[in-house]
């Protein structure tokens, strides 16, 4: 099923994406394009990132940094601009 018309991103694919790490409708964004032309699906990309596990919202819920894993060689260009959550 597709979860955002604008770039073709399927409900699988932002699970994938989860399942890599990607936590927040920004992060997906990031990894996908899905949310950032008409935004109608981010509502639906934040129930699926409810519905599943994060592999670094438990850093997140201790106060470690997330996205520092992120970064690095291979790391796509997008992520350079992101900053840790205060």
């Known amino acids: ?7 073709g991103v399927t409900e699988a694919q932002v699970q994938r994406h989860a399942e890599d790490g990607a ?3 920004r992060q997906i964004a990031s990894a996908c394009k899905a949310g950032t032309d008409c935004g109608s699906c981010v509502r639906r990309i934040q129930a699926i990132l409810g519905r599943g596990a994060c592999p670094r919202r ?3 819920d201790q106060g470690r940094p997330v996205l520092s894993a992120l970064s690095g060689p291979g790391t796509p260009d997008a992520l350079d601009g ?5």
Do not use: I, K, Y
């Open 1 to 7: 099923m597709f979860v955002c018309s604008c770039f």
């Open 82 to 86: 992101l900053d840790e959550a205060a």
């Open 23 to 25: 936590c927040t409708p």
């Open 58 to 60: 438990e850093a997140a």
